[in-house]
């Protein structure tokens, strides 16, 4: 037995994922996206591992 019906199988895996992630998911809006960079803005990181610390 080879690997190429597994690499085969692999990468029809990862194309139907792909395709259905492309299927379902809504179109990015760029104008309500947090700015990439917020440096002194006052705004709080909301999403990232930096939010997840623990408050006083």
Do not use: E, N, W, Y
């Amino acid at each position: 037995m080879t690997r190429l019906p597994v690499v085969i199988a692999l990468l029809a895996a990862v194309a139907a994922l792909l395709a259905l992630d492309l299927a379902t998911s809504h179109p990015l809006d760029p104008f309500a996206a947090p700015p990439l960079m917020a440096l002194g803005s006052g705004q709080a990181s909301g999403g990232a591992h930096c939010a997840s610390l623990p408050g006083q």
